[in-house]
């Protein structure tokens, strides 16, 4: 049975995500920030453990790994921090929030992955869920996009260091989440398509054999 961990799995792509692994028979270790959140929605989940606590926590980040045990074979960096809503330009970005966001979607990835490199086999997988925030350059986006940024950079040079690996960052598109709500609010977003459509291209990364790199999910299913 392969083990994996996902982060950010209380809602959205990390939960759509989760109960689909959980499907093929992957045992999982999942993690949120809500505790109570978590707990509803992996309710049920065969093989599915819930880990409740921040990724900016040293002691949640380790306590995640360890619980995996001796062998990682996935692990998929999902959960995010947007920063303010609505997103405020660069020029009056709160320096203590930006680093906030850094610590959940730069920091904590990577210090993840130091944690788990050494129990993971031949051929696993670091999947790190990114945007075309951090591709593009759209106003107001300087936090958020920033940090998918420089996640997607770091993600490129783990594949380098680390070629037995498969190091992917993925661009889920526009979905139907309290997050993208949250990055427009007031708006009406029910036209966006739901996370389960996203995961079909996140599977097809994790159990297939492509190599290294950025992907958009919706593109990475085999035609």
């Not at 936090?143 to 993600?155: H, I, M, R, T």
């Amino acid at each position: 049975m392969p083990i994996g961990i996902v982060t950010g799995a209380s809602r959205g792509l990390g939960l759509a995500l989760a109960r689909e692994l959980g499907r093929r028979g992957w045992e999982l270790l999942v993690d949120a920030r809500d505790a109570d959140a978590l707990a509803r929605s992996t309710s049920g989940l065969e093989c599915v453990t819930a880990i409740p606590g921040d990724v900016a926590d040293p002691a949640h980040r380790r306590a995640l790994v360890d619980a995996a045990g001796d062998r990682i074979d996935l692990l998929v960096n999902n959960a995010s921090l947007l920063g303010p809503s609505p997103q405020p330009r660069l020029d009056s970005y709160p320096i203590d929030v930006l680093r906030s966001v850094y610590e959940v979607n730069v920091v904590a990835p990577l210090a993840l992955a130091q944690l788990a490199l050494p129990r993971m086999p031949h051929g696993g997988a670091i999947l790190n869920v990114t945007s075309d925030a951090g591709a593009e350059s759209y106003e107001g986006w300087g936090g958020y996009g920033s940090s998918k940024a420089a996640l997607e950079q770091l993600s490129a040079i783990l594949a380098v260091e680390h070629p037995d690996l498969r190091v992917y960052t993925v661009d889920p598109g526009d979905m139907h989440t309290q997050m993208h709500q949250e990055a427009f609010p007031g708006e009406d977003i029910s036209d966006r398509p739901p996370p389960d459509e996203s995961v079909p291209g996140l599977l097809a990364l994790i159990e297939g054999s492509l190599p290294s790199g950025r992907y958009r999910a919706r593109e990475a299913v085999p035609s």
